[in-house]
Each structure stands twice: as structure tokens, then as C-alpha cells.
């Protein structure tokens, strides 16, 4: 092999506890990555993936330090540059896309000003043709109308189209090797799939090399050669992308891919049981012995070594050749069902959203305006103690109706009651205490909802401070439940939000929000962060509080699969117009309408032989047009001159499965087979 760009050799890293004992992070850690070439590093959080891509660049979070061994890239100590040497490095020759975009974008500058910084500092684009890369950028990753985009803010974008700037200002500088801390989280299906393509595609082009952190063991399969599973701060397993996602020869990953939901199966998948040992807290032997099956005593008093294996794999484990006792199939239990009750736990009724705004001399002149609307007409009723899954693509209106509903944005019309069937007020702070604990939101990014400066026992105790009067030894043993729920100890409860990883601070914000005991919980994005293993175990906990307390939920995801996992019913949503809603079963075994199939196809699965079916002439819309058929522009099926000019009638299936479409059901379900059987052929 020649000289790898970056080549980290024995790095072990670590922080000094309350005791003033040494506390390893990574251990011994070797990682050589050549030009070209793609490698994956999958893990659970807390598993030192996002510690070690840092380590690379030659960073290290606050309060973490260099124990031994050493990180080159190029050739370079990264260890030993100066502060000005590390900032020519950084973003240009070496990029970095992290995992919580809003974080990497500077509030108070346009998107536009932030892209030509980065071509600036990084490129050789002549400064003349700055705003023309700027745009091509913004369009090579999806963004609609990226002339417009060039001039908003970052908070007037969605967190999908925000992960896409950072991808954007990423590749700015033509890097030689791209670092991805968890760089699709935020983006849906298509947008996830041919955002992937284009890294890939770069990455041949160009002969850049990727290190890509991620929890979607699909993504890493469209886009590694290679695959580094981490434990507790080891590598546990490397390989090819084939040897490791499809015939793993280790327990944990093969646990790992258990835990994975699956759009054919409707049942909940199955986390590995226990929880990942603290820093300094494996041991002497295996790491993985307390959760592992195959267990014997010789794990317990001896670690094993990272042997390399016939197959050109390299494991750490004593008894690799058992690993397939254990199952690749894991499934759990069904989604839970709540008997029906008498009114319903949420209606919404011609629902309308803007975020435009009348300007200054408008509401001086009291002049009426045309709003366009990001969201209208959206009819949905929620039953108690069912789940509906809203999906569609970023700026579909998703997030906009949990915020509306949640009291946080106005609606510009219609009506959204509760249980009880009074409306409840447009605004959050006009709400009682009793529905202000029934509603509870859990945002995509937890740093949105976590104050940074309170401990995890001071973030818990206001709910249950506010609605249950708890206090002294109850509130403590209460939080520490809480948190033991959401598969986090209560040795977390001191922590500071900054002191957790992406994954735990998602689930500290989980256990926030069912700390009021609410009746409807809005969900958004509350898995997008999460490892696989808890991400299964989080979707167990909301099917037992679901069976046990009659929880309803809405619950927006990008992941179809999760959302195929916990929904009885599936809403899809394109620019804030309903297009299809039926029971889960029935839209994911035969989606009706157009833009549900295109959404299905786009599924990435754990899998290196399968692709998704992407369409090549996708139009990338800020809004939808102002007559016809909202997908009208990008639609498979369109008849012709009455999509353009006509709004599609509701079409009704069978049990509640119907669509907004010119096309019948019926018509729609043939013209799929007809491409399905040319597919084959």
C-alpha cells in the first residue's frame, strides 16, 4: 500500500476522572486510510467513533487528551502543527461535515456570505466567480432554488436543507479526505440517496478519501469499501462492507444488524441487551462479555486481541467461528394496539401554516397579502392510543405541523383540538397547565430543547417539578428512573448536556418530555441520532408506554423503515399537501400514490448489492406550483394537461387507504406492476 493520507498508528485517548485516575476513550487504536478509498466506522454512542474521526483532523474535545501514538495526514503530526498550520489543513485539504449542521453555520450570515468564506479561504476559485460556484454547490447537493437559498439565514432553513449547506461549504474546498460525523441524519430518502452518490461520485473523480461516521448501516453500504466496528473504545471488527454487513464475524455486529428495522416486517426489531461499560469500566477481559452470548470464562479474565482472520477480516473476539449462532433476523414483538376510544386524541381540521409575513407598511395600511402557504388543507383525525407516521422529503411540512400543534407556530387557518374537544389556543403561551403537560414535543436536534448550562438532573426535575410537585429524595429516585427507561444510568444525572454524546443527549430529551406524563407526544426525528441498538430500544419503550398508558403519537421520521416499525397509520406529505394516508400495512405493501412509491425506492438498505431506484430527472421545488397536482412536475404517471391545471380529487381504497391523485387506485396499482414485471424482465 503506499502512504495512506491519513494514518493514525496505536492512538489511545482518554480524561482524567474525579478520582484523578486515567480514563481511556479510544484504546490502542490503528486506522490507515489510502486515496480514494472509503471506510465506514459504525458503533454504538459512547463507542469513540466521532472521538476518533476528531482525532484525525488533530482535535479533541474539551477535557479529552492524546495518551499515545500518533495521527499523520499527508505525512504530517497532527499533534504537532501550530494553531495557523491546523487552520490551512482544516476545511481545505482535510473537511469535516458534522453531525449537528446548525452548529457548523454562523447564525447571523446569510447562507450565501458563509459559502463564499469557505471558497475563499479554501479554493482556487477566482474571487469574480464566487457566488457561481456558490450556487452550483447549493445544487449539486438538492437544494431548491439555490439563488434564494444564497440569501436566507440558516434558521430559515429546514435541518435537512441545513445539512446540506454544511455538505456544501464541505466540498468548497476540493478537500483530498472528507471526514462524515453522521452527514445524512437530517435528510430524507432521496435527498439521503442522491447525496450519497454524489460523495461517492466526487470521491472517484477526484481519488478523496472518506472517513464516514454513521448509526445507517445503509448509507455505509452505498458508500464504504471498508467497515471498523467499534466497542467501548476498541475496534471489535474491520473488513470489507460485504464480510461485515453480511456475514459479521462478531457477536456485536451481528447484534448490531439485528437491531435494524426492515421495511418487509412489520414487527419492532430487537436492541442487544445491556449497555456499553463506562470509560475504564471493561475490565480485564472482552469488553462486550456481559452482553454477548457466546460468552464463556475466558472472556472474563483475558482480552482478546484483534487477530486477523482467513478471510482477510480481522476480529477480536476468542470464538469468531460461532458468531452465526447468533441471528441476523432479529424481530421483535408487534406494534402495540390500543382498543378505540370515544373522541379522538388530535383532529386537525383544514389546517393551514405560513411562514410569510405581512410587511411593515401592509399592517399599517391594514392591506391583505397572499400568504403562500407551506402548509394547507390538512385534514387528519388521530385516535387514542395510535401512532401516525408523517414522512415525506425535507419541506414537506412535517416538522411545521408538530410545531403548530405544539403551540410554537400559528397556524394562518383551521382548527387543531385535543382530547376533550376543546381547541386548543394558537400559541403556546395562551395554553392551559393541563394541556401544556397533555403535548409534548421532542425536537430533531436535543440541543434545541436541553439547556446547556443545567445538569441532566436539573433538566428533569422542572417537569416534574412544574406538574407533580415532586421534591428531595422522590424527585431524585424519579429522574434516575426516568432515565434508566431510555437505557441511560443515573450516574448521567451530573452530567452537563456538552459532556454527551449526539445519541445521549437524544435520549435525555426523550425522557424530558415523558417526564409530564403527557397523553400525545410529538416525535421529530427523535431516532435520527440514535445508534441502531438504542435507537430499537427507544422504539420498544414508546410501544410499552403506548400498551400500558394509551400514548398517542405523531411521529415524523425520514427512516421509512422505523416508521414502518411503530405506525398503524402513515400520512405522506409533499410541500405541506396531504398526498396518501391508509394503514401502514396496506401504503407500505401497496403505495398508491406516485410520490410514495419514489419515496420507497429510495430506501437504503444494510445491504452492498442493493441500490436504490433513484430518477435521474428529479426537480428540486421550493413550493409547489399554483394550480394541479402538487408533484405534477416530477410525477412518473402523469395523464397530461389536468394534472397541470386541475387539484386531484381523493381517491378511497380499502380500510381508510386513499390517495389524492387523478389516477384511480385501481389504475395506479396497475400501471406499478406493469413497471415491476418490466423491472424483472
Same mark, same amino acid.
Given at each position: 500500500?503506499?502512504t495512506?493520507?491519513?494514518?493514525?498508528?496505536?492512538i489511545?485517548?482518554?480524561?482524567?476522572?474525579?478520582?484523578?485516575?486515567?480514563?481511556?476513550?479510544?484504546?490502542?487504536?490503528?486506522l490507515?486510510?489510502?486515496?480514494?478509498?472509503?471506510?465506514?466506522?459504525?458503533?454504538?454512542?459512547?463507542?469513540?467513533?466521532?472521538?476518533?474521526?476528531?482525532?484525525?483532523?488533530?482535535?479533541?474535545?474539551?477535557?479529552?487528551?492524546?495518551l499515545?501514538?500518533?495521527?499523520?495526514?499527508?505525512?504530517?503530526d497532527?499533534?504537532?502543527?501550530?494553531?495557523?498550520e491546523?487552520?490551512?489543513?482544516?476545511g481545505?485539504?482535510?473537511?469535516?461535515i458534522?453531525?449537528?449542521?446548525?452548529q457548523?453555520?454562523?447564525?447571523?450570515?446569510?447562507?450565501?456570505a458563509?459559502?463564499?468564506?469557505?471558497?475563499?479561504?479554501?479554493?482556487?476559485?477566482?474571487?469574480?466567480?464566487?457566488?457561481?460556484?456558490?450556487?452550483?454547490?447549493?445544487?449539486?447537493?438538492?437544494?431548491?432554488?439555490?439563488?434564494?437559498i444564497?440569501?436566507r439565514?440558516?434558521?430559515?432553513?429546514?435541518?435537512?436543507?441545513?445539512?446540506?449547506?454544511?455538505?456544501?461549504? $464541505?466540498?468548497?474546498?476540493?478537500?483530498?479526505?472528507?471526514?462524515?460525523?453522521?452527514p445524512?441524519?437530517?435528510?430524507?430518502?432521496?435527498?439521503?440517496?442522491?447525496?450519497?452518490?454524489?460523495?461517492?461520485?466526487?470521491?472517484?473523480?477526484?481519488?478523496?478519501? @472518506?472517513?464516514?461516521?454513521?448509526?445507517?448501516?445503509?448509507?455505509?453500504?452505498r458508500?464504504?469499501?471498508?467497515?471498523?466496528?467499534?466497542?467501548?473504545?476498541?475496534?471489535?471488527?474491520q473488513?470489507t462492507?460485504?464480510q461485515?454487513?453480511?456475514?459479521?464475524?462478531?457477536?456485536?455486529?451481528r447484534?448490531?444488524?439485528?437491531?435494524i428495522?426492515?421495511?418487509?416486517?412489520p414487527?419492532?426489531?430487537?436492541?442487544?441487551?445491556?449497555?456499553?461499560?463506562?470509560?475504564?469500566?471493561?475490565?480485564a477481559?472482552?469488553?462486550?462479555?456481559?452482553?454477548?452470548?457466546?460468552?464463556?470464562?475466558?472472556?472474563?479474565?483475558?482480552?482478546?486481541?484483534?487477530?486477523p482472520?482467513p478471510?482477510?477480516?480481522?476480529v477480536?473476539?476468542?470464538?469468531?467461528?460461532?458468531a452465526d449462532?447468533?441471528?441476523?433476523?432479529?424481530?421483535?414483538?408487534?406494534?402495540?394496539k390500543?382498543?378505540?376510544?370515544?373522541?379522538?386524541?388530535?383532529r386537525?381540521?383544514?389546517?393551514?401554516?405560513?411562514?410569510?409575513?405581512?410587511g411593515?407598511?401592509?399592517?399599517?395600511?391594514?392591506?391583505?397579502? $397572499?400568504?403562500?402557504?407551506?402548509v394547507?388543507?390538512?385534514?387528519?383525525?388521530?385516535?387514542k392510543?395510535?401512532t401516525l407516521?408523517?414522512?415525506?422529503e425535507?419541506?414537506?411540512?412535517?416538522s411545521t405541523?408538530?410545531k403548530?400543534?405544539?403551540?410554537?407556530?400559528p397556524?394562518?387557518?383551521?382548527?387543531?383540538?385535543?382530547?376533550?374537544?376543546a381547541?386548543l389556543?394558537?400559541?403556546v403561551?395562551?395554553?392551559? $397547565?393541563?394541556?401544556?403537560r397533555?403535548?409534548?414535543?421532542?425536537?430533531?436536534?436535543?440541543?434545541?430543547?436541553?439547556n446547556?448550562?443545567?445538569?441532566?438532573?436539573e433538566?428533569?426535575?422542572?417537569?416534574?417539578?412544574?406538574?407533580?410537585?415532586l421534591?428531595?429524595?422522590a424527585?431524585?429516585?424519579?429522574?434516575?428512573e426516568i432515565?434508566?427507561?431510555?437505557?441511560?444510568?443515573?450516574?448521567?444525572?451530573?452530567?452537563?448536556?456538552?459532556?454527551?454524546?449526539?445519541?445521549?443527549?437524544?435520549?435525555?430529551?426523550?425522557?424530558r418530555?415523558?417526564?409530564?406524563?403527557?397523553?400525545?407526544?410529538?416525535?421529530?426525528?427523535?431516532?435520527?441520532?440514535?445508534?441502531?441498538s438504542?435507537?430499537?430500544?427507544?422504539?420498544?419503550l414508546?410501544n410499552?408506554?403506548?400498551?400500558?398508558?394509551?400514548?398517542?403519537?405523531?411521529?415524523?421520521?425520514?427512516?421509512?423503515?422505523?416508521?414502518?416499525?411503530?405506525?398503524?397509520?402513515?400520512?405522506?406529505?409533499?410541500?405541506?399537501?396531504?398526498?396518501?394516508?391508509?394503514p401502514?400495512?396496506?401504503?407500505?405493501?401497496?403505495?398508491?400514490?406516485?410520490?410514495?412509491?419514489?419515496?420507497l425506492?429510495?430506501?437504503?438498505?444494510?445491504?452492498?448489492?442493493?441500490?436504490?431506484t433513484?430518477?435521474?430527472d428529479?426537480?428540486?421545488? @421550493?413550493?409547489?406550483?399554483?394550480?394541479?397536482?402538487?408533484f405534477q412536475?416530477?410525477?412518473?404517471?402523469?395523464?397530461?394537461?389536468?394534472?397541470?391545471?386541475?387539484t386531484?380529487?381523493?381517491?378511497q381504497?380499502?380500510?381508510?387507504?386513499?390517495?389524492?391523485?387523478?389516477?384511480a387506485?385501481?389504475?395506479?396499482?396497475?400501471?406499478?406492476?406493469?413497471?415491476?414485471?418490466?423491472?424483472?424482465?
Open positions: 500500500m503506499s495512506p493520507l491519513i494514518d493514525i498508528r496505536n489511545s485517548v482518554g480524561f482524567t476522572g474525579k478520582s484523578g485516575e486515567t480514563l481511556p476513550v479510544l484504546r490502542n487504536i490503528d490507515r486510510v489510502g486515496e480514494g478509498e472509503s471506510i465506514g466506522i459504525v458503533g454504538e454512542s459512547g463507542s469513540g467513533k466521532s472521538t476518533l474521526a476528531l482525532a484525525a483532523m488533530g482535535y479533541l474535545k474539551r477535557g479529552l487528551r492524546l499515545n501514538g500518533a495521527v499523520a495526514f499527508q505525512g504530517q497532527m499533534f504537532a502543527q501550530s494553531r495557523r491546523l487552520e490551512h489543513i482544516r481545505g485539504e482535510l473537511a469535516l458534522p453531525q449537528n449542521s446548525g457548523s453555520l454562523t447564525p447571523t450570515l446569510r447562507i450565501g458563509q459559502l463564499i468564506e469557505a471558497l475563499r479561504l479554501h479554493s482556487d476559485v477566482p474571487d469574480a466567480k464566487h457566488t457561481a460556484k456558490a450556487v452550483e454547490l447549493l445544487g449539486q447537493v438538492r437544494l431548491p432554488d439555490p439563488d434564494a444564497m440569501t439565514f440558516p434558521h430559515e432553513l429546514s435541518g435537512g436543507q441545513q445539512q446540506r449547506v454544511a455538505i456544501a461549504m $464541505a466540498l468548497a474546498g476540493e478537500p483530498h479526505a472528507l471526514l462524515l460525523d453522521e445524512t441524519t437530517g435528510l430524507d430518502v432521496t435527498t439521503q440517496a442522491h447525496i450519497l452518490e454524489l460523495l461517492r461520485d466526487i470521491a472517484r473523480a477526484r481519488g478523496m478519501a @472518506m472517513v464516514y461516521v454513521s448509526h445507517d448501516l445503509g448509507a455505509i453500504a458508500v464504504c469499501d471498508h467497515v471498523v466496528v467499534m466497542y467501548a473504545g476498541e475496534v471489535v471488527l473488513g462492507t460485504r461485515v454487513l453480511t456475514a459479521p464475524v462478531h457477536p456485536y455486529a447484534g448490531l444488524l439485528a437491531s428495522p426492515k421495511l418487509s416486517d414487527r419492532l426489531p430487537v436492541a442487544l441487551d445491556g449497555t456499553p461499560p463506562a470509560p475504564g469500566g471493561a475490565g477481559g472482552c469488553a462486550f462479555v456481559d452482553r454477548c452470548a457466546l460468552a464463556q470464562d475466558r472472556c472474563r479474565s483475558a482480552r482478546p486481541e484483534l487477530t482472520q478471510g482477510g477480516e480481522a477480536r473476539c476468542f470464538f469468531p467461528e460461532q449462532q447468533i441471528s441476523l433476523a432479529g424481530t421483535g414483538a408487534e406494534p402495540a390500543v382498543a378505540a376510544a370515544d373522541e379522538p386524541a388530535l386537525l381540521e383544514d389546517l393551514s401554516i405560513s411562514y410569510s409575513q405581512p411593515v407598511f401592509d399592517k399599517i395600511l391594514r392591506r391583505e397579502t $397572499a400568504r403562500v402557504m407551506t394547507d388543507g390538512i385534514e387528519i383525525t388521530v385516535e392510543g395510535e407516521g408523517l414522512v415525506g425535507s419541506g414537506s411540512g412535517k405541523i408538530l403548530a400543534v405544539a403551540g410554537l407556530l397556524p394562518a387557518g383551521g382548527q387543531i383540538s385535543v382530547s376533550g374537544g381547541p389556543a394558537r400559541e403561551e395562551y395554553r392551559s $397547565a393541563d394541556h401544556l397533555k403535548v409534548q414535543l421532542i425536537f430533531q436536534n436535543p440541543d434545541d430543547s436541553l446547556p448550562r443545567h445538569t441532566i438532573a433538566i428533569l426535575e422542572q417537569p416534574l417539578k412544574l406538574y407533580f410537585g421534591g428531595g429524595d424527585l431524585y429516585q424519579r429522574s434516575a432515565l434508566e427507561r431510555v437505557r441511560l444510568g443515573a450516574h448521567y444525572l451530573d452530567r452537563l448536556p456538552s459532556q454527551l454524546s449526539g445519541g445521549e443527549k437524544q435520549r435525555v430529551a426523550i425522557a418530555a415523558f417526564a409530564a406524563e403527557p397523553e400525545l407526544v410529538l416525535c421529530d426525528e427523535v431516532t435520527s441520532a440514535l445508534d441502531v438504542v435507537q430499537a430500544a427507544v422504539l420498544d414508546l410499552d408506554l403506548k400498551a400500558t398508558q394509551g400514548t398517542t403519537y405523531v411521529f415524523v421520521s425520514h427512516d421509512l423503515a422505523v416508521v414502518r416499525a411503530l405506525s398503524d397509520r402513515v400520512a405522506v406529505l409533499y410541500q405541506g399537501r396531504l398526498c396518501e394516508i391508509g401502514s400495512a396496506s401504503v407500505y405493501a401497496t403505495p398508491s400514490h406516485p410520490y410514495t412509491e419514489v419515496l425506492d429510495a430506501v437504503l438498505e444494510p445491504d452492498p448489492d442493493t441500490a436504490p433513484l430518477s435521474a428529479d426537480v428540486v421545488e @421550493m413550493s409547489p406550483p399554483a394550480r394541479g397536482c402538487p412536475r416530477r410525477c412518473p404517471r402523469k395523464i397530461g394537461a389536468i394534472c397541470d391545471t386541475d386531484p380529487p381523493w381517491q381504497g380499502k380500510d381508510g387507504h386513499a390517495i389524492r391523485c387523478h389516477h387506485v385501481a389504475e395506479l396499482s396497475r400501471l406499478q406492476g406493469v413497471q415491476t414485471k418490466e423491472q424483472v424482465s
